[in-house]
């Protein structure tokens, strides 16, 4: 939470289409975004919890909707905000056993889930997906230092990058004795950096870790050039006011 998820993925090409299932907003940010931008928003946060078959497939009828219109524009930029919410949404309203736990229980389930992967990824569309992580486990006991992207788990095909985000700040148990920082130097407020764990179209950055990644940045790292329309492009990482000095 609070590490840069839905500010990479309004990095992507406008226009947008933005489902939105995490209960936080991200009203914050399409302010600081230009006038121009069109984004088709669409808020369905609430917890799955208390959540019914009847209210989970409504959910899934407003995800159709709202892909179906991307689709054909075909152009610019599909954020899925709670990758992983939108899984239990689905075994909700399309898996009848879900005790169970029988791998046949979830056939119409995973059937729905790869049929929108498979056309979101043969579109124009960028496409982003936001889950948050969880540790890798090796037992019941075991718990690993590696971390996996929650979520359905037969995403990988279509996947071109895969980036895990994450900051070496937290300032909700600061230290006893603050270190500061200067505006002037950009060492205020909170870093944000990015993992690359998976780039199939340039394997080279896999593994590779970079601060304030955005689209832009991903795309020439991967491409070698600029994106096409760059202009068009917002980025969330601050520009550090110039601080004139006189002697």
């Not at 075909?74 to 992983?84: A, K, L, P, R, S």
């Not at 056309?119 to 890798?136: E, P």
């Not at 920082?181 to 407020?189: D, F, I, L, S, Y």
Request: aromatic share 10%.
């Amino acid at each position: 939470a609070g590490v840069g998820k839905t500010g990479f993925g309004l990095s992507f090409p406008p226009n947008f289409w933005f489902f939105n299932l995490d209960p936080r907003s991200p009203g914050s940010l399409f302010k600081q975004m230009p006038a121009a931008t069109e984004i088709e928003y669409e808020d369905v946060a609430m917890d799955v919890a208390v959540m019914t078959k009847g209210t989970a497939q409504q959910v899934l009828n407003k995800f159709d909707a709202l892909m179906t219109t991307a689709l054909a524009v075909n152009e610019g930029t599909v954020i899925i905000d709670g990758w992983d919410i939108l899984l239990d949404c689905v075994k909700l309203a399309k898996v009848n056993n879900i005790d169970l736990d029988a791998p046949k229980e979830y056939a119409i389930a995973n059937s729905y889930m790869n049929n929108w992967l498979m056309r979101l990824g043969r579109s124009r569309l960028n496409v982003v997906f936001l889950t948050i992580s969880s540790k890798v486990w090796t037992g019941m006991k075991t718990e690993t230092d590696r971390m996996k992207a929650d979520g359905f788990k037969h995403k990988d095909r279509p996947l071109t990058h895969e980036v895990y985000l994450f900051t070496p700040d937290d300032y909700r148990t600061p230290r006893e004795v603050p270190v500061g920082g200067t505006v002037a130097q950009g060492n205020v407020g909170q870093r944000h950096e990015a993992l690359i764990t998976m780039s199939k179209l340039n394997e080279s950055l896999i593994n590779r870790r970079i601060p304030n990644l955005t689209y832009r940045l991903l795309y020439k790292m991967t491409f070698g050039e600029a994106p096409p329309n760059e202009e068009l492009l917002w980025s969330p990482v601050p520009k550090v006011a110039a601080v004139a000095g006189a002697s």
